[in-house]
């Protein structure tokens, strides 16, 4: 697989859900695995993406954080100093100091840097507000020509225009809507383009993830740009999400963007979770983040995953979602979280290192969550029976009636016919006297999902 950071990844894109999950369960036999040290970057670029993360200029004054930032990520983005407060604070001044000290900070490391973003409705200088309605279009080019011009070579991506519509697939009102109308976002993309022909140009938005009403009405408009002309290459998809609600449509949602001929990143990705954090939130969290990995990765004109700063010290969550947090792969002291391990193993990566198996005792109790015609959920809780730590476990059953896996989260199967093995993954291993995880999955059944007789439960 070839790194093309500026565009589609060029890899057998494995889009039917059963050839993924193939995939998964066979990925130990397929693939060498990655070096336990690698980084999220490196990861990323063996399997053809690059992974990133925004920063922002406060935090390089941190040398633990700077050196996690410079070490551990293939791409930056700017989080805030390329946005027009900062840029063009009054009219025709422009001022790139900030966001030239990450740009140059991203060059000095090797890493590829997004562009965020010429027109938005928020971070806007007041002044932009009071330009009459028949200067704002020529307003809004001279700053998108000047920002283009300046980072020319320097960025790969840029977002051209950030969340323009509503959560009903309306046009929000902004300035640039009141005033231009509807075709402000196809002149902002044209005039990005004459200013660099060669940097890649997305519409970025939340809440575009899945299949809906947005997502709809961002794809109908990049639909139409290509049948225009319109030149416009990616969507980005922010992903700012919530504990246990990645969209069960990611991947579909992605893959029908790059039928239209566009890339996709994922640009802003968080979690968030109600505070504080457990245990049992911190497995949830890991295999969300996986899911967002593993949607990516299966489509080939994904290119990218950015989170949206590393460190739960960073990040934006807390100040603007009170009692909510911990949404990133670091915690508050630069420590990997589980989800730092899943994101890893999701990239082919070990998953962090084994623990060491212990002494202890387990139990697993399985519990068939949902079913359908033809299809199931599961999931099984695996808890520590001793009075000392567990170091990993493994579960093992017999499938009734011919049922299988067809995709499995927090955890690694291997499976002989009807005989199913599962360990944990290098995130969920280690246990503390009493403590309990769970993993789950997603079967196929010719009859109802039975819950197996024989379930059990032993170190690896
Ligand atoms: O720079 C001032 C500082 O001088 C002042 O002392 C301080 C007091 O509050 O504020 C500082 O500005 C803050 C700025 O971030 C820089 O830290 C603003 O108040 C604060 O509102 C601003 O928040 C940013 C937010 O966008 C604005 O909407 C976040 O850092 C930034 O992470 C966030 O990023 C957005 C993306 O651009 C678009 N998608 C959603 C994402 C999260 O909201």
Same mark, same amino acid.
């Given at each position: 697989?070839?790194?093309?950071?500026?565009?589609?990844?060029?890899?057998?894109?494995?889009?039917?859900?059963?050839?993924?999950?193939?995939?998964?369960?066979?990925?130990?036999?397929?693939?060498?695995?990655?070096?336990?040290?690698?980084?999220?970057?490196?990861?990323?670029?063996?399997?053809?993406?690059?992974?990133?993360?925004?920063?922002?200029?406060?935090?390089?004054?941190?040398?633990?954080?700077?050196?996690?930032?410079?070490?551990?990520?293939?791409?930056?983005?700017?989080?805030?100093?390329?946005?027009?407060?900062?840029?063009?604070?009054?009219?025709?001044?422009?001022?790139?100091?900030?966001?030239?000290?990450?740009?140059?900070?991203?060059?000095?490391?090797?890493?590829?840097?997004?562009?965020?973003?010429?027109?938005?409705?928020?971070?806007?200088?007041?002044?932009?507000?009071?330009?009459?309605?028949?200067?704002?279009? *020529?307003?809004?080019? @001279?700053?998108?020509?000047?920002? #283009?011009?300046? $980072?020319?070579?320097?960025? =790969?991506?840029? &977002?051209? /225009?950030?969340?323009?519509?509503?959560?009903?697939?309306?046009?929000?009102?902004?300035?640039?809507?009141?005033?231009?109308?509807?075709?402000?976002?196809?002149?902002?993309?044209?005039?990005?383009?004459?200013?660099?022909?060669?940097?890649?140009?997305?519409?970025?938005?939340?809440?575009?993830?899945?299949? *809906?009403?947005?997502? @709809?009405?961002?794809?109908?408009? #990049?639909?139409? $740009?290509?049948?225009?002309? =319109?030149?416009? &290459?990616? /969507?980005?998809?922010?992903?700012?999400?919530?504990?246990?609600?990645?969209?069960?449509?990611?991947?579909?949602?992605?893959?029908?963007?790059?039928?239209?001929?566009?890339?996709?990143?994922?640009?802003?990705?968080?979690?968030?979770?109600?505070?504080?954090?457990?245990?049992?939130?911190?497995?949830?969290?890991?295999?969300?983040?996986?899911?967002?990995?593993?949607?990516?990765?299966?489509?080939?004109?994904?290119?990218?995953?950015?989170?949206?700063?590393?460190?739960?010290?960073?990040?934006?969550?807390?100040?603007?979602?009170?009692?909510?947090?911990?949404?990133?792969?670091?915690?508050?002291?630069?420590?990997?979280?589980?989800?730092?391990?899943?994101?890893?193993?999701?990239?082919?990566?070990?998953?962090?290192?084994?623990?060491?198996?212990?002494?202890?005792?387990?139990?697993?109790?399985?519990?068939?969550?949902?079913?359908?015609?033809?299809?199931?959920?599961?999931?099984?809780?695996?808890?520590?029976?001793?009075?000392?730590?567990?170091?990993?476990?493994?579960?093992?059953?017999?499938?009734?009636?011919?049922?299988?896996?067809?995709?499995?989260?927090?955890?690694?199967?291997?499976?002989?016919?009807?005989?199913?093995?599962?360990?944990?993954?290098?995130?969920?291993?280690?246990?503390?006297?009493?403590?309990?995880?769970?993993?789950?999955?997603?079967?196929?059944?010719?009859?109802?999902?039975?819950?197996?007789?024989?379930?059990?439960?032993?170190?690896?």
């Amino acid at each position: 697989m070839e790194r093309t950071p500026h565009s589609g990844r060029r890899t057998v894109g494995l889009t039917a859900g059963f050839a993924a999950a193939a995939a998964v369960l066979c990925a130990g036999a397929l693939t060498a695995p990655a070096h336990a040290d690698s980084t999220l970057g490196q990861l990323a670029a063996a399997k053809g993406l690059y992974f990133g993360s925004a920063t922002d200029n406060p935090h390089l004054s941190d040398t633990a954080y700077k050196q996690i930032l410079s070490s551990e990520f293939g791409q930056l983005t700017v989080g805030n100093t390329m946005k027009w407060q900062y840029t063009e604070p009054s009219q025709g001044r422009f001022d790139y100091e900030q966001a030239d000290a990450i740009v140059a900070l991203a060059e000095a490391n090797g890493q590829t840097v997004r562009g965020h973003t010429l027109v938005w409705h928020n971070q806007l200088p007041d002044w932009v507000a009071a330009v009459p309605a028949d200067r704002l279009p *020529g307003v809004m080019r @001279d700053h998108i020509t000047d920002e #283009v011009t300046h $980072f020319r070579n320097r960025v =790969v991506h840029w &977002d051209v /225009v950030n969340e323009a519509f509503e959560e009903d697939g309306s046009r929000r009102q902004t300035v640039f809507q009141q005033k231009i109308g509807n075709g402000y976002i196809a002149e902002a993309f044209k005039a990005a383009r004459a200013a660099d022909p060669n940097v890649k140009l997305y519409y970025n938005d939340y809440n575009i993830e899945g299949v *809906g009403p947005k997502s @709809d009405a961002v794809y109908e408009m #990049v639909k139409s $740009f290509k049948q225009q002309g =319109v030149p416009i &290459d990616g /969507v980005g998809m922010q992903a700012h999400l919530i504990l246990g609600q990645v969209p069960a449509t990611m991947q579909r949602n992605i893959q029908r963007f790059a039928d239209l001929g566009v890339d996709v990143a994922v640009t802003e990705l968080d979690i968030r979770m109600d505070l504080p954090r457990t245990e049992a939130k911190d497995t949830q969290q890991a295999g969300d983040y996986s899911a967002v990995v593993k949607a990516c990765l299966a489509v080939s004109r994904c290119v990218g995953i950015t989170v949206w700063d590393f460190s739960d010290r960073q990040s934006w969550v807390p100040s603007v979602f009170p009692g909510q947090g911990a949404a990133l792969p670091y915690d508050e002291n630069y420590a990997k979280k589980p989800a730092y391990h899943a994101i890893a193993a999701a990239l082919g990566g070990t998953g962090g290192p084994s623990p060491t198996p212990g002494t202890g005792t387990c139990s697993a109790s399985y519990r068939v969550t949902s079913q359908w015609q033809g299809g199931f959920t599961a999931e099984v809780t695996v808890r520590n029976t001793s009075s000392g730590p567990l170091g990993g476990w493994a579960v093992t059953w017999t499938f009734p009636d011919g049922q299988r896996i067809a995709n499995l989260w927090n955890g690694e199967a291997t499976t002989t016919g009807s005989s199913v093995r599962v360990r944990n993954a290098g995130y969920n291993g280690a246990l503390g006297a009493g403590a309990s995880t769970s993993f789950g999955f997603l079967g196929s059944s010719a009859g109802a999902g039975r819950v197996p007789s024989d379930i059990a439960c032993d170190r690896p």
